[in-house]
């Protein structure tokens, strides 16, 4: 069993080189020959994860001077967050992670929908804090069919079409949900364990590639599944 300095030493060579960015594709490239990526459908969501510090005074953390520099406090339903987000983007019909991005707690779920979104995103799927005109322009640029829930506004009323249209959109984009349930629940990531985005990214990217491995070992066939599937179709037609 290696020991901890030489886990760390690896960890830090894996950064350097930039592999920590590259280690998700590589699978998910050979899940995609599998036939566990379809690539119809991605949904996209973000999770709060706490820093592994305590909560220093709000400006030292605004200015960068607390020590996990990297670490911003957020708000959400009122309450005070201090860390990090994970911002991921899935396969709909699977729920396996494409692309997993880790920016301090304060950012701006929209601002990141480029750096998460894959450009073969098929239909978009994502709620109302991606519904911006930023995103939606973005989006059609790249002929990605966008399903991001409607955000009302006091000069913007939602009609009963909107809220029903929107409730059908958050059924598909809860499939997301497992994702962050597993990670919290059976991994325990609900705080990060270092200091600064890029090693956190690396502890992000690694979660994300055990849970594809986790989940495709539910699944060990999926093409043959769907095949299967086509042919029942057929025979009952």
């Keep these: ?39 119809r459908t991605t949904l996209v969501d973000a999770t709060l994860i706490q820093s592994s510090r305590k909560r220093p ?67 978009l799927y994502a709620d109302k804090a991606y519904d911006t005109k930023v995103s939606h322009a973005w989006l059609r640029e790249r002929g990605i069919d966008s399903q991001i829930a409607k955000k009302g506004a006091h000069h913007i009323k939602l009609t009963e079409a909107d809220r029903a249209e929107n409730r059908r959109k958050s059924r598909v984009r809860g499939g997301i949900e497992r994702i962050f349930a597993h990670w919290k629940q059976w991994q325990h990531y609900r705080r990060v364990r270092y200091l600064g985005l890029a090693k956190n990214q690396l502890e992000l990217t690694l979660k994300a590639v055990a849970y594809n491995l986790e989940a495709a070992g539910r699944d060990p066939d999926p093409a043959e599944r769907m095949r299967n599937q086509g042919r029942t179709g057929a025979m009952d037609q």
Excluded at 2 to 15: G, N, Y
Aim: hydrophobic share 35%; proline share 4%.
């Design 1 to 39: 069993m290696p020991d901890e300095s030489t886990i760390c030493r690896f960890r830090q060579r894996l950064i350097d080189c930039g592999l920590h960015e590259q280690l998700l594709d590589l699978l998910n490239t050979q899940l995609e020959a599998r036939g566990y990526i379809v690539k």
């Design 57 to 123: 005074d709000a400006q030292a953390a605004r200015t960068g001077q607390a020590p996990d520099a990297d670490a911003r406090y957020t708000r959400k339903y009122s309450q005070s967050y201090y860390g990090y987000k994970a911002h991921v983007s899935s396969d709909g019909e699977h729920q396996l992670v494409r692309t997993a991005h880790i920016s301090a707690a304060n950012a701006n779920d929209a601002d990141l929908l480029p750096r998460v979104v894959p450009a073969d995103a098929g239909s």
